[in-house]
């Protein structure tokens, strides 16, 4: 059994990379493997949460007790995003391609030999986080990350303005990190009281750490 701190609450995770089509047998896509998210989303309905987890194309097993919805683009997440609203709980750990592709194409884009290759006209994709940050009925608790590879922690201060977000959890995706794909993470939870620096922890741990971070600030908020 244990405690179940968020029995009753609806929480939203989304996870994974997300794919923008170029043509029907190519895509822009990132490293992202989902541990982080779906771990999170877990976690949250260890304690007892009614969790919803949206996830790019990964991999990995979905989590058990949480509902699953697959989404591709960064639309499609958008919209299973408004879909699941409203919650209590919003953790928005998808790493969501910035940019898609303006006219993917109907048939494969055949080589011109001697042409060389057309230039892709890029547009930027919707901010689901800042979305739900920003949305009417926002969730009580809103929770982003900052993946960068340079000044991880000024990043994710102007982040958590930007977005609407009460944590930033800020994680340095460097190449020698090994963190982007890998089993562990060290983060900095950014807040507006502070930044607390964890250390490198299991993704697994890092989800529970974070789900009780959550709940305790959810009872915090209602108290105060
Ligand atoms: O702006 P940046 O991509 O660095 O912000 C990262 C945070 O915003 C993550 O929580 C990510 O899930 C979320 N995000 C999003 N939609 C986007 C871009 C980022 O939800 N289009």
Redesign the pocket.
Known sequence: PGRRPLKGRKAIV?SGPTHEPIDPVRYIANRSSGRQGHAIAAALAKLGAEVTLISGPVTIEDPAGVTMVHVET?RQMLTAVEHAMPADIAV?????A?WRVVHAADNKIKKKPGEGPEPLELEE?????KAVGHADDRPAIVV????ETANVLANAQA?LQR?GADFIVANDVSPDSGVMGGTRNAVRIVSPTGVETWPDLDKQEVAMRLAERIASALVGNEAG
């Open positions: 989304t960064a928005m750990v998808a790493a969501v910035d994709n919707p901010d689901i986080l982003g990350f900052a993946a982040k977005k």
